[in-house]
């Protein structure tokens, strides 16, 4: 048998799962190679650190205790939060949404005295709005 087969089996092995003439050929294998055996050693010593590190069965009512008291932790939460604050906080919230829409649509309005300002960097702006048909775009590559 070859070490990879023996690496492959190996755990199968050292569990007792594979075929009796499977389990006579690995450890026939492990009795000739001492690489294999080493590794099958240090195999076996890990998965009994495994086993005894295995995590005990837990209490069957653990979940539902859990449960309950997550439910009567929801229901405390409702009893002591009076309606009129279950309700007067969604409609404050509604009220600041609206105030800071209405400031976002005052913010962005232009005040009415600078118009008169404003047409007249639009109409110094004007020469430079074609730009580019002023010079050609080879000349500008060129340079």
């Given amino acids: 048998m070859k070490c990879n087969s023996v690496h492959k ?30 590794f099958a050693a240090e195999m076996k010593s890990t998965l009994r650190i495994l086993e005894n590190d295995k995590v005990s ?23 002591t939060r009076p309606v009129l604050l279950r309700i007067l906080q969604p409609v404050a919230f509604s009220i600041l949404l609206l105030l800071g829409i209405y400031g976002g649509f005052k913010l962005g309005e232009t005040p009415k005295n600078t118009l008169v300002s404003s047409t007249l960097s639009e109409q110094e702006m004007v020469p430079f709005w074609n730009e580019m048909e002023a010079e050609p775009i080879e000349t500008f590559l060129m340079e």
């Fill in 9 to 38: 089996n190996l755990i199968f092995f050292l569990e007792k799962e594979l075929p009796v003439s499977e389990m006579e050929q690995v450890k026939q294998h492990l009795n000739e190679c001492a690489d294999c055996a080493l």
């Fill in 57 to 79: 069965d837990e209490n069957p009512f653990f979940y539902t205790r859990v449960k309950a008291r997550l439910e009567n932790q929801h229901n405390e939460q409702l009893v």
